[in-house]
């Protein structure tokens, strides 16, 4: 199991999770202090990701512009946000 150190950033003790744990940038946590001291993360709802997921329940018209039809389908190039 790799270790983390807790530091002082601004005014707030920051604990990095690692990347390798695949943690979806934006996702929000409860967390809780454990009586052993140990701390829980609960993710409170899901990333939305895909353009489906964030008009989901929208009853206005949407439909993909067919050059962009492709867009869900391909991974990040640069340094995008998702």
């Known amino acids: 199991m790799d270790t983390t150190k807790a530091r002082i950033e601004g005014n707030a003790v920051v604990v990095t999770i690692p990347k390798l744990l695949g943690i979806k940038l934006g996702t929000e946590y409860r967390f809780s202090k454990e009586s052993d001291g140990s701390l829980k993360l609960t993710p409170t709802k899901k990333v939305l990701e895909t353009m489906a997921e ?5 009853h206005g018209k949407c439909e993909t512009p ?7 389908s391909h991974d990040p190039a640069g340094e995008e946000l998702w």
Request: hydrophobic residues 40%; without cysteine.
């Open 54 to 58: 964030l008009f989901k329940g929208w």
């Open 66 to 72: 067919t050059d962009l039809q492709d867009w869900d």
